[in-house]
């Protein structure tokens, strides 16, 4: 089994920062990408940022500049440092990884509980 467990959410006034946490645990051969997501209440789930393997970084539009996403293999963690929060960041914040647990080339996919996140204007 393989759990994925964030942190580092909480309530910033708008401006401010909050760095987010996401580290892999269980039955782990290798992780490809590690990616966060997020939901604001009535609307879709939408992909923020995303990291490979190899360290290469991708954003959406509406964060580039403001967020990096980072990552310690060694520690199978994903990290999120959002900066200039504004309150349309306001939003649960997910992990996902692209996970093999085994050596066979099959990667599944597994997701974190979530980490609210709410920046006040």
């Known amino acids: 089994q393989v759990q994925l467990v964030e942190s580092g959410g909480g309530l910033v006034q708008a401006g401010g920062s909050l760095r987010l946490s996401c580290t892999a645990s269980g039955t782990i051969f290798s992780i490809s990408a590690m990616n966060w997501h997020r939901q604001a209440p009535g609307k879709q789930r939408e992909l923020v940022a995303v990291?490979?393997?190899?360290?290469?970084?991708n954003y959406a539009a509406s964060v580039k500049g403001r967020f990096t996403i980072s990552r310690d293999n060694a520690k199978n963690t994903v990290y999120l440092q959002m900066n200039s929060l504004k309150p349309e960041d306001t939003a649960v914040y997910y992990c996902n990884a692209e996970i093999r647990p085994d050596p066979s080339p099959y990667l599944y996919s597994y997701w974190g509980q979530g980490t609210q996140v709410t920046v006040s204007s």
């Open positions: 990291t490979t393997s190899g360290g290469t970084t």
